[in-house]
Structure formats: structure tokens, C-alpha cells
């Protein structure tokens, strides 16, 4: 069964510091790749996807994420957070053989001054 | 605006009662999909829809039931066999399933209190 694990459940960095969290898959073809974003009591937004193509993806809000065959990952990041972009982080997985998104645990991401 | 609709917000229930969340886009989405969050558990799938008239379990539907008659609206019942219904309820919608139609879009959610 594909799966996806969020090491992380609690990152704290400071505002202009760089910013990665990990995302690491489990599935044995190259699966499809999101991460999504969510603020307090709110839906969840696509920050990115990876289907195929280029490793580095770009998305909004200036976060990119890296896949990493090698490694199952697909880690996000971001060189200068903003205190803005505290908020949860969930990364996704689908594979073309399960009729479903399976989703991580999320990471919270708390943004000092 | 397309986009969806999830309502009310807050929902508050007695126990023992079945109570219904409304979920409505206007995105012309084929597939509809219903999710519980619960903190530190991300996201189960409650159930999905990939067509009008069709709808499938999804990890945790025991305890819920689901219609679409409708291509834009999912609406999700809670009934009192659920029995831990307490939770925060997100609708999604993608364009279809298959190659390209994964991306999903939700709506803001009703966070559903049963005492």
C-alpha cells in the first residue's frame, strides 16, 4: 500500500531563515507528488505537485520541493520564510493503482520574529 | 469566484442524532471527495464520488453515508452509529480521477461538535 510519512509534526524557525520539511514515500513506481498548505481552521490550499519531468518543482508562495527517487522523498522548501507562512504542511502521495490521495500526518510550522 | 462550498462552519449536535454537512462546488468537477481531519492523524478519506450516481467507501466510512445526485453537490451524513463524530470535515473536488485530475480542491470545512 503507497504511504507517506512526515517525520517532523512541530518545526520552529525564525523569520528570513531558510526552511525545509520532509516528506518521505512509500510506493514502488513513481508516484504523484503534492504538498498542500493549511492555516487554522481552514481547507487546505496546493502549494505544488510532481508528476513527472523535472526533480525541482516550483510552486506558489516561493516553495519549491525536490523529488529524490533515491531517497523517496520529496522534501519542501523554502529559502526565506516569511512569518506568514506559519501554518500546517501536508504532504500527499498517489499512485496510478489506488483510487485514492494518501495524505501525511502534516508538519506545523511555527514562524519567531 | 468557482470554488467550494462547505456549510455551516460550525455545527453543533446532541448525540444520537444524524446531522448532514453540505458540500457544493461550482468547479464543473467530476470527482467529490469527503475527508476527516483529527489532530495528528492528517487526513482520512470518508468517501468519494468519481461520477454522478456512483460513490465509494473510503478508509473510514463506517458510521457515514453519502449521496450525489447531483454532479455539484456531496453532501455528507453523520449518523449516530459514527462513534466518534467529533472532528473537523473537509470536502475536495478534482477535475477527475486519473492522469492530470489527482490535484485536489477543498473547501474551507465544518468542524462538527456532538456532545
Known amino acids: 500500500a503507497q504511504s507517506v510519512t512526515q517525520p517532523d509534526i512541530h518545526i520552529t524557525v525564525s523569520e528570513g531563515a531558510s526552511l525545509e520539511l520532509r516528506c518521505n514515500y512509500s510506493y514502488g513506481a513513481t508516484p504523484y507528488l503534492f504538498w498542500y498548505v493549511q492555516s487554522p481552521g481552514q481547507g487546505l490550499q496546493l502549494l505544488l505537485k510532481y508528476f513527472s519531468g523535472d526533480t525541482l518543482v516550483q510552486g506558489i508562495k516561493g516553495f519549491e520541493a525536490e523529488f529524490k527517487r533515491s531517497q523517496s522523498s520529496f522534501n519542501l522548501r523554502k529559502p526565506s520564510v516569511h512569518w506568514s507562512d506559519a501554518a500546517e504542511y501536508f504532504c500527499a502521495v498517489v499512485s496510478g493503482g489506488y483510487q485514492k490521495v494518501t495524505f501525511g500526518t502534516g508538519t506545523k510550522l511555527q514562524v519567531i520574529p | 469566484d468557482g470554488g467550494i462550498t462547505q456549510s455551516p462552519k460550525y455545527l453543533f449536535r446532541k448525540e444520537g442524532q444524524n446531522v448532514t454537512l453540505s458540500c457544493e462546488q461550482n468547479?464543473?468537477?467530476?470527482?467529490m471527495y469527503w475527508y476527516r481531519q483529527d489532530p495528528g492523524q492528517g487526513l482520512r478519506l470518508i468517501y468519494y464520488s468519481q461520477i454522478v450516481n456512483d460513490f465509494q467507501k473510503g478508509d473510514i466510512a463506517e458510521g457515514y453515508s453519502v449521496s450525489r445526485e447531483k454532479k455539484e453537490s456531496f453532501p455528507l451524513t453523520v449518523t449516530s452509529a459514527q462513534k466518534n463524530p467529533t472532528a473537523f470535515y473537509l470536502c475536495a473536488s478534482s477535475i477527475k480521477w486519473g492522469k492530470g485530475g489527482y490535484e485536489q480542491y477543498f473547501g474551507p470545512g465544518t468542524r462538527l461538535t456532538v456532545t
Open positions: 468547479l464543473n468537477h467530476d470527482a
